[in-house]
């Protein structure tokens, strides 16, 4: 339980922190003066690939643990517009709403049913782990 706590206030802190630089660059920068400016760079160009592949990799656990399509589509959306900030809230949610289960948090609607395919899996004294 404990580690449930620290990651909760992690992911919680990250989301703060990206709504905190968000708001920064949004009220002291000219996103797109400045975004011209990044991808006239090289090394400005890798930095947006590396941060998209980054978010398209987040949203690729989603597409796996969502069931709902709706879901699915409304969050890479999210994810691809607001960027970091909407993928650590959406962990911080679903660590909230896993109740601590690794299982639940990592699969989602997958869960239940790698219960059933691996019903050991769980007990770390099980001969068959």
């Known amino acids: 339980m404990q580690a449930n706590r620290f990651f909760s206030f992690y992911l919680a802190l990250l989301f703060v922190v990206m709504c905190a630089i968000l708001a920064y660059g949004f009220t002291q920068g000219d996103f797109w003066a400045e975004g011209s400016i990044l991808t006239g760079m090289p090394w400005g160009i890798v930095s947006l690939v590396d941060v998209y592949v980054g978010f398209l990799l987040f949203c690729a656990w989603i597409w796996y643990r969502e069931s709902s399509l709706l879901a699915k589509v409304g969050l890479t959306l ?14 911080w949610i679903t660590l909230l709403r896993s109740g601590g289960d690794l299982q639940a ?3 989602g ?21």
């Open 78 to 91: 999210a994810i691809l517009l607001g960027g970091n900030a909407v993928s650590a809230l959406y962990a």
């Open 105 to 107: 948090f990592f699969l």
């Open 109 to 129: 609607a997958h869960a239940s049913s790698e219960r059933k395919a691996f019903p050991h899996s769980e007990d770390p004294s099980s001969p068959n782990r």
